[in-house]
């Protein structure tokens, strides 16, 4: 054990002695490449005439996969983007990944051309985290998965229809008591959020809702949060690149097996109690929904089956999709709205006159503009999930006239899109009323990507946005601590989700 441990600990040390090396070495070459010649920078390709996909300069072996190992991911490859333009290439050995920055060009490929970038590129990583490639959002694209994601998608679309409303009124109402509780004394609300997002999706899901103490909650959340941040790890993603790195030992990968077979022991607990209680879960939601499918044999689940391990995945997928993803969009509009407070007082009168005492309800949306503002400029500075999900092309194709070879993965740079300069003014800005005076097209905005792998809870959690906004938004107002604490920091901490780092507010009843 110990020999192994010495060995482990030598092998890390040797590889970041390397990648050390490796990241001088890379340095050097981009400043030589930025400043060749007379201390000018080297132009841009005007256009993509030539066939060779733009991008920094490659070490042998390790290609790009420094690019990658930054703390702000999004930002980085943002910044890369500035430098050679909305689409540029990373390598990674024999492997290339494409990153997109512009909404056009992100349209292009996974709207225009979805059946030619709707698969998902295959990982032994990923494959641990999705019992083996059976989740929709890791799946590859494949008859049964397009079975599954239809099945679930309209599952999730009757339960929107039927019951989603009002399960995200008694939360938000739930979460105004909450908030009612803290008596005005400095708060993070980042657990609250999540809270509330989790029991829209557990209500949906397996009709349940739970408390913040429950022990049972936080054993989920805990081990759903550190999957999807051990997952984001270098430590985790190097097993991907070099496969020989699996036979040393690794903490990070031996901590990520235990958190999934504490989440697969969780939902199966779960699922079980859902199939006994077939009475009690009458007309719950997605998932039931789900199940009931799953037993009537349509024409095309007559060859194809949805097994046991599908349901089990879904679980999962609406679970980290849904959970996360809306709790830290709550917590950057709050960020957002302390640094400018007159935002949120717009949107009080505008909730005043419009809805005089009552609460908001999704159709008001179009008599709520300055609302509707908010939210779009939220989702435009921080979209939640800043690099969607990698997509693979499953044939070769093309993208704004370079060739794209089968099994290229595609990345959307949805955060680099949104700080485009060339398509929004002040893009770094928090500024909701790019919305209003028609300055700012809302077809730039992609935070929930689009094509086959669009968001699959996009109407859920447009839903959610506006709703629990609105209700925090006419009770309460959001107050920064004042002199002891700074205000919240904008850039956030990315792994998977594009999370604010924790802060304090003061939640002051609105008389
Ligand atoms: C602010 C809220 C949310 C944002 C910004 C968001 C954004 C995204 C993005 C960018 C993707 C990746 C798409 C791609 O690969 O190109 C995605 C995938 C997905 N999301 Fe969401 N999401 C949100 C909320 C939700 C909710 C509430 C649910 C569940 C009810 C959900 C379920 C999923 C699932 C299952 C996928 C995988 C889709 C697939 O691979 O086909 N998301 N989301």
Not at 69 to 80: F, G, V
Request: glycine share 6%; hydrophobic share 40%.
């Amino acid at each position: 054990m110990q020999v192994w441990l010495v060995s482990g600990v030598v092998a890390v040390l040797f590889f970041a002695l390397w990648l050390l090396v490796a990241h001088l070495y890379n340095r050097r070459s981009c400043l030589k490449n930025d400043y060749e010649g007379h201390g000018q920078k080297v132009s841009l390709p005007a256009a993509p005439l030539s066939l060779a996909i733009p991008g920094p300069p490659s070490l042998p072996l390790l290609g790009n996969m420094l690019e990658l190992m930054q703390e702000h991911l999004p930002n980085h490859l943002t910044a890369l983007a500035r430098r050679y333009g909305n689409i540029y290439r990373l390598k990674f050995g024999n492997s290339t990944m494409v990153v997109l920055s512009g909404s056009d060009i992100i349209r292009e490929a996974l709207v225009k051309k979805w059946s030619d970038f709707a698969g998902r590129p295959h990982s032994f990583t990923g494959d641990v985290v999705s019992g083996g490639g059976f989740s929709i959002s890791l799946g590859d694209y494949s008859d049964e998965w397009k079975l599954h994601r239809r099945v679930v998608h309209s599952a999730l679309q009757r339960s929107t229809a039927e019951s989603l409303h009002s399960v995200i009124q008694q939360q938000a109402l739930k979460l105004r008591q909450v908030l009612l509780e803290y008596k005005e004394t400095p708060v993070d609300l980042s657990e609250d959020f999540t809270v509330a997002a989790s029991n829209v999706i557990t209500t949906l899901a397996f009709g349940k809702q739970y408390e913040k103490t429950s022990a049972e909650l936080q054993r989920l959340h805990g081990c759903l949060n550190e999957i999807v941040a051990l997952w984001g790890s270098p430590w985790i993603s190097a097993l991907d690149t070099f496969p020989l790195l699996r036979k040393l030992p690794n903490p990070p990968f031996s901590r990520l097996l235990k958190e999934v077979s504490r989440r697969d022991d969780i939902i199966k607990t779960h699922l079980d109690g859902l199939k006994l209680g077939h009475d009690a879960i009458k007309e719950v939601g997605a998932l039931t929904d789900f199940l009931r499918c799953q037993n009537r044999p349509e024409e095309d689940t007559q060859t194809l089956k949805l097994t046991d391990t599908h349901v089990h995945m879904t679980t999962v997928d609406l679970l980290i999709g849904g959970t996360e993803t809306t709790a830290a969009w709550l917590n950057w509009t709050v960020a957002f709205l302390l640094h400018r407070p007159e935002i949120q007082h717009r949107v009080y009168e505008e909730l005043c006159s419009v809805l005089e005492a009552r609460y908001p309800e999704y159709k008001d949306k179009h008599r709520l503009p300055v609302l509707c503002a908010l939210v779009s400029e939220v989702l435009r500075l921080r979209p939640v999930a800043p690099l969607a999900v990698p997509h693979r092309a499953i044939k070769n194709s093309s993208i704004a006239g370079y060739f794209i070879p089968k099994d290229t993965v595609i990345i959307p740079n949805l955060f680099g899109a949104h700080h485009d300069p060339t398509v929004w003014k002040e893009p770094y800005s928090f500024k909701p009323e790019r919305f209003l005076d028609g300055g700012a097209s809302l077809r730039a905005l992609v935070p929930f990507s689009g094509g086959a792998r669009l968001c699959l809870g996009e109407s859920v959690a447009k839903m959610e946005l506006f709703l629990f906004t609105a209700y925090l938004l006419r009770d309460f107002e959001f107050i920064h601590p004042g002199a002891n604490e700074c205000l919240p920091d904008l850039t956030g901490v990315a792994t998977v989700v594009l999370k604010a780092k924790p802060f304090k507010v003061i939640i002051r009843p609105r008389a």
